[in-house]
């Protein structure tokens, strides 16, 4: 259902238009990822996102005392109606591999692995009072 209101207050003034349908359009969200997450010690949980997600890479410049330093981040938009993600979590573009050992787990890290980020914020966005997407990003 779509509400439009539109129209001038007394006084002259012009009425904003609402809308009932959130405005944010997910047709970038086409992406397949695998979210894995540790529950405990020795307990991981991978989740597959099939063709749901839109996961972004940036490289930025940063200048240090010592000179330019590059700094890869990245931002990943999941909509849902519910959070899959936390903090330390691990992402990985594609389908990804199955892990299930503690020094699996510790061998599988951004610099060895291409594809792969640890989640450091979790931005969880809400239209009406209801969860539309998460954002989140290292």
């Known amino acids: 259902m779509r509400l439009l209101v539109?129209?001038?207050?007394?006084g002259g003034l012009s009425m904003v238009a609402v809308r009932n349908t959130c405005p944010v359009d997910y047709r970038l969200c086409n992406q397949t990822v695998t979210i894995y997450h540790r529950k405990g010690d020795g307990y991981y949980t991978r989740r597959l996102i099939e063709?749901?997600?839109f996961l972004d890479f940036k490289k930025t410049q940063d200048i240090a005392n010592t000179g330019s330093?590059?700094?890869?981040s990245?931002?990943?938009v999941i909509p849902c109606g519910e959070n899959p993600l936390a903090v330390g979590d691990k992402v990985f573009l594609?389908?990804?591999p199955e892990i299930s050992t503690r020094e699996s787990w510790?061998?599988?890290i951004p610099s060895?692995?291409?594809g792969?980020?640890?989640?450091k914020y979790v931005d969880p966005k809400y239209w009406n009072g209801k969860l539309v997407h998460v954002e989140a990003g290292g």
């Open 6 to 10: 539109s129209g001038y207050l007394p």
């Open 51 to 53: 063709r749901g997600a």
């Open 69 to 72: 330093t590059e700094v890869n």
């Open 74 to 76: 990245f931002l990943l």
């Open 94 to 96: 594609g389908v990804g």
């Open 106 to 108: 510790a061998d599988f």
């Open 112 to 114: 060895k692995v291409s």
């Open 116 to 119: 792969l980020v640890v989640v």
